[in-house]
């Protein structure tokens, strides 16, 4: 089974997602991908990936990836937050990050934390 991973970037991230995502692109077309909407759309637009697009993350697309982790149905989060700029859903994104704590999925908040959980899942996959 394709690994299936939830990609969410805060509006000062979405370049960091973009060139994240166009470093593992070979390993992310593979995947089952899902995001939240801006996110998903420039990843669809500027990497060429597929991309299951939900809300954006302050219309509830936090708490629609919080609702797959519940239920099994992710394996693992990319979420590049924005630690310097307040977020007004701040309270959705403190309930997604315990989700995967919860439910035991890992997320990676940072671009160091997303290259070493893409490069594992590399491996598992073997995908050089």
């Known amino acids: 089974m394709a690994p ?11 370049q960091a997602m973009v060139a994240l995502a166009q470093e593992f692109a070979t390993l992310l077309a593979g995947c ?3 995001a939240t909407g801006t996110t998903g759309q420039r990843l669809q637009d500027e990497v060429g990936l597929v991309v299951e697009r939900l809300l954006s993350g302050p219309l509830g697309g936090d708490l629609q ?5 519940a239920v099994g149905g ?13 977020q007004p859903h701040e309270p959705d994104i403190n309930a997604l990050v315990r989700a995967c ?4 999925v890992p997320c990676a908040t940072n ?3 997303a290259r ?13």
Request: positive net charge; charged residues 20%; glycine residues 10%.
């Open 101 to 104: 704590d919860v439910h035991d």
């Open 4 to 14: 299936r991973i939830a990609l969410i970037a805060h509006d000062g991230r979405k």
């Open 74 to 86: 992710l394996d693992a989060v990319i979420f590049l937050r924005d630690p310097m700029t307040a």
């Open 111 to 113: 671009v160091s934390g």
């Open 32 to 34: 089952t991908l899902c």
């Open 116 to 128: 070493l959980m893409l490069r594992q899942i590399a491996l598992q996959a073997g995908i050089g």
């Open 65 to 69: 990836i919080g609702a797959r982790l």
